[in-house]
């Protein structure tokens, strides 16, 4: 069995940790997020505040490799 593993050095993972930490306390983060576990509420989804966290942090990440150069404001 074959696992393709990335070694990152300790400020790597710092870094990338700081990173997702600024995305998760922003108010875009926040609101959707919101947005998200009520819409996954509604339609009976299990587990939607998890599902809603997944998807907006997906989605912001994602959203921001699109867009490099746009800001996060964190709360």
């Known amino acids: 069995m ?15 940790a700081n990173h997702v930490s600024d995305i998760c306390l922003s108010k875009d983060f926040q609101g959707l997020k919101q947005e998200l576990e009520a819409l996954y509420r509604q339609s009976g989804v299990d587990n939607p505040g998890f599902i809603a966290f997944h998807d907006a942090l997906y989605t912001m990440l994602t959203q921001e490799e699109s867009t490099p150069n746009r800001k996060i404001e964190s709360y």
């Open 2 to 16: 074959s696992l393709s593993a990335h070694v990152f050095a300790d400020e790597d993972v710092k870094t990338i």
